[in-house]
């Protein structure tokens, strides 16, 4: 029997589209739990995914202090954050979470006809 070759799973070589990135952070986001560290590796993975020199020069960051902001092993400045998903085209976004159970959180509202006055 012959021997069986693994080799190490990398999340930034399966990231091809705007979409997969996009959504690869948003469920990172969402498992986080306030660990700002993963969310930085998160980040890093994405940037890997698209080039880290390109995110660098575009973030105005040199390619080895991206590297170390979002190698996971410490937390980067939010500013630095905001300037990296900037560069990577993204956008950060707030929302409610749905409370379980709930149908949704957002109430829409319905358009009325006007009232008849009555003559």
Do not use: N
């Not at 190490?8 to 306030?34: K, N, S």
Request: net charge positive; glycine share 8%; proline share 4%.
């Amino acid at each position: 029997m012959g021997r069986t070759m693994t080799t190490r799973f990398d999340v930034a070589e399966h990231l091809r589209t705007p979409e997969d990135m996009a959504a690869y952070l948003e469920v990172c986001l969402e498992e986080a739990q306030g660990d700002a560290t993963f969310i930085a590796k998160a980040l890093g993975d994405i940037a890997r995914a698209k080039g880290m020199a390109q995110v660098a020069r575009e973030a105005g960051l040199s390619r080895e202090s991206l590297y170390k902001a979002l190698s996971g092993e410490r937390s980067p400045g939010f500013d630095t954050i905001l300037r990296v998903v900037g560069a990577l085209g993204m956008t950060l976004h707030a929302k409610v979470p749905q409370k379980p159970g709930s149908r949704r959180s957002i109430t829409r509202t319905r358009a009325r006809a006007p009232k008849r006055r009555a003559a």
